[in-house]
């Protein structure tokens, strides 16, 4: 059974698949939902990060959920997760201590956690916040404050996780999160998606708001574990990105989200957004077949999975879409979507499939 797991504005949407069909359950309504992971060791092991409300953890693949690792004031310091805004998440399988994933979770202001339990204890990666580069941190529209957008655990290599804190910096550990190198020279400053391919290792994939910056900058890659990187931009005519997915079975095939600014990206009135799909050795094309007009189209999440090769979902204010082809063509899925989800920011999509 295939399960996509859609975190928009105001709820999380758990549509599962039987067959054909589509049967699609609210939760957590009311609660801004801002990420999502599964582990990939226990599938039906889901968290959600919320604005204001701490992490919520399902161990029956969405059908209930309960908050965690936000402790009493008194042991918040000692084992919890110290702030209430958890803005990124991811799961490592290569680092299994027990039955469970390691869990990291970055929040805002930018601070870094990590679970070896499944989500019932939890340990500060306090050497994050000492990185040089942190005085530079900063959310433009909130100046004051800054927060780890996007967490990458390598597929490749346990204990490396790549990081990236908007705005100001990409950083990454090798060591779990013990020590962390700080931010390259040229390399990506306002990261919002960060692929790694799961066949290629250290072919890092970075959709950012750099474009708007600096011309040419929107889109990034390394091929050498975020050394060095490179600006392969030609086609793309808006340069503000931020979803990002690339297709499990070819390296080379990959999609962004884009819009001219983050106005446009992120705002239900001045919403207006893109999708773009680039090949080897091909400039960047834009997708339109089977998509939502993109006038009122905040900018969508991507998710794939590796039992279908070749495939990739896109979630959008105006519904959910699969493509069969690689992302040339697009179908929506068959979901109850009411007129209130229209005006809510899609947030994160993940997918497992037993």
Known sequence: MKTLYMAMEKSVLVARQHHSDWQMESHLDGLQALCLATDPLRPECVYCGTYRRGLWQSRDAGRTWQPIGDLPMVLREVSGIQYSDITALAVSALERVGE????????????????????????????????????????????????VRWITSDPHVPGRVFVAVEAGALVHTLDGGATWEDRVPDGPYDTHTLIIHPAVPGRLYSAAGDGILAAGKGYQESLDG?????????????????????????????????????????????????????????????????????TGCMVAAFGTTPAEPGAFYLLSNKGCYRSPDAGLHWEQLDLPWNERLVYQHPQALAITQE
């Not at 499990?248 to 992120?266: G, K, N």
């Not at 239900?268 to 834009?286: D, I, L």
Request: glycine letters at 8%.
């Open 226 to 294: 975020g050394k060095t990187w490179q600006y392969p931009d030609e086609g793309l005519h808006h340069h503000y990105l931020f979803g990002a997915t690339v297709d499990s079975a070819d390296p080379d095939t990959i999609l962004v989200s884009a819009s001219t600014s983050p106005e446009a990206a992120h705002s239900p009135m001045m919403a207006e957004s893109f999708v773009y799909r680039k090949t080897k050795g091909q400039s960047w094309q834009m997708v339109t077949n089977g998509l939502p007009e993109a």
């Open 100 to 147: 469970y994933g390691v869990v990291y979770v970055g929040t805002e202001p930018g601070a870094m956690f990590r679970s070896e339990d499944g989500g019932t204890s939890w340990q500060e990666l306090a050497s994050f916040r000492e990185l040089p580069s942190s005085s530079t941190w900063s959310f433009p529209p909130k100046p004051e404050t800054h927060h």
